[in-house]
């Protein structure tokens, strides 16, 4: 009888691919897109079964659906921060897709996740900024204004002319704020401010073109469960698309 060997092959063996688990991992992926910590809730609260995240993520990766980030694995140094009341803050920034022309400005709200207003557009410009302001405007100034905007250093916003005192002008400045908003600018070289919109971009480059327009992806990613809200509270949610509830409405 051989000894074994410790430190190899450690732990039971993993268990096979199992068909049954296999289309229900696939049915929540197309129907939510989520990863898998977050399809591990859904699966179990909608398609009443258990199946743990790791499991679920090795199907995942077997299917070209997921992938590792080692990003994911550093330690962070910073703490995430939120605000207690939607627009009370907002977060404006452009992306580059890489796979399109068309580059998307959006403004996400800092409570709520929610994408308050956005577009694709053409060019990253002064006036396109502009534009996704007027439609944030419009859609809610009559329930309520935004009190701030947080926005980094680029040339769209006029914020990369900024003088020694920290004081800074531009068209864009002075069009928020005739609204009554007030700009924030993010720190130099922190990504992480506005890093809800930059995880936004995350989904909106491995997810829009399953999606046959910018909207709809918009009223897709809107109309979902989000991890670091309620999303433990499934109880609402429906394997039809066509039920799902708004969890992400705007509160006062």
């Known amino acids: 009888m051989q000894e074994p060997v410790v430190g190899e092959n450690m732990g ?3 268990k096979p691919f199992d068909d049954r688990e296999a289309q229900v991992i696939i049915e929540a992926f197309e129907l939510y897109r989520f990863g898998a910590r977050m399809l591990e809730v859904v699966v179990r609260k909608v398609f009443k079964t258990c199946i743990s995240h790791n499991r679920i993520h090795m199907y995942l990766k077997a299917a070209d659906l997921a992938h590792e980030d080692p990003k994911k694995k550093e330690r962070r140094k910073w703490v995430r921060y939120e605000r207690k009341h939607s627009l009370s803050a907002g977060h404006i920034d452009w992306h580059e897709s890489g796979w399109s022309d068309f580059k998307v ?10 994408i308050l207003a956005g577009g694709e ?11 996704v302001v007027d439609q944030l405007v419009e859609r809610y100034w009559w329930l309520c204004p935004m009190r701030e905007l947080i926005m980094d250093h680029g040339a ?3 914020a990369h002319r900024v003088h020694e005192d920290g004081k800074w002008d531009s068209d864009f400045k002075k069009h ?3 609204h009554g908003i007030k700009p924030i600018l993010a720190k130099v070289k922190h ?7 930059e ?3 995350g989904e909106y480059q491995r997810h829009r ?44």
């Open 12 to 14: 039971r063996p993993r």
């Open 105 to 114: 400005c959006v403004i996400i709200d800092d409570a709520s996740r929610m």
């Open 121 to 131: 557009f053409k060019n990253n410009n002064t006036e396109n900024s502009k534009l």
């Open 156 to 158: 769209e916003f006029g």
């Open 176 to 178: 928020i704020e005739r």
């Open 191 to 197: 990504p992480q401010t506005n890093g809800k919109l």
């Open 199 to 201: 995880r936004w971009f």
């Open 209 to 252: 073109l399953a999606f046959s327009s910018f909207e709809e992806f918009r009223e897709w990613y809107n109309n979902r469960p989000h991890v670091s809200l309620d999303f433990e509270h499934l109880e609402a949610l429906k394997k039809n698309s066509g039920e799902r509830c708004a969890w992400r409405c705007i509160s006062q």
